[in-house]
């Protein structure tokens, strides 16, 4: 989300963690919470401009809040508070890296940098885009994406909270019930 005002809170810089005993709480403060999206196609079809602006296509759309803009059923899950949405992250991070191609980006940012700041970041309101290239020229878009929940229609009625899609459906990367887990989505 843009921040004309400066107002919120930065890691300093060169911080390779950022410090765990003064984090932000803007995201309680906006009375936020998360849609998160993944997708999981043929590398090939990111250049399909017309696709990524469709909000009917199930494709990373060129913008992020446009993610809010595409079907409901894309919603993989709903986490609360930064902690879930990070465990969200987790989870699909460990399902996608054994495809990771190169291999190497598993590796080039240590996982406490990486979801340390991922955590910061969600702390701080805002929405994160992972984008990784898998073997035979699939892409992986993991996208939490900050939503006013006071304004949120759909997500009392069309979302499961990630801890209640667990107890129900023993699987918390898909609120749909699918037994299949969010990142094996595939192309159209």
Request: aromatic share 8%.
């Amino acid at each position: 989300m843009p921040d004309p005002h400066g107002t919120r809170p930065r890691p300093q810089q060169g911080a390779a963690v950022p410090d765990l005993s003064a984090q932000p709480v803007v995201w309680r403060e906006r009375s936020l919470h998360w849609h998160a999206y993944s997708w999981r196609g043929d590398g090939k079809r990111l250049g399909d401009s017309a696709a990524r602006r469709s909000a009917a296509e199930d494709i990373v759309p060129f913008a992020l809040k446009d993610w809010l803009l595409k079907p409901a059923r894309l919603v993989r899950a709903a986490p609360t508070t930064p902690e879930e949405a990070l465990h969200w992250l987790r989870e699909q991070f460990g399902l996608c890296a054994p495809a990771m191609q190169p291999v190497s980006q598993r590796s080039f940012v240590s996982d406490a940098d990486r979801f340390g700041r991922a955590l910061y970041e969600l702390r701080c309101g805002n929405d994160l885009s992972w984008g990784f290239w898998l073997t035979n020229g699939l892409f992986q878009a993991l996208s939490p994406i900050t939503v006013d929940a006071q304004a949120c229609p759909a997500h009392a009625a069309a979302v499961v909270p990630v801890q209640d899609v667990a107890r129900v459906t023993g699987n918390a990367t898909s609120h749909t019930g699918s037994s299949a887990p969010a990142a094996s989505q595939s192309a159209k």
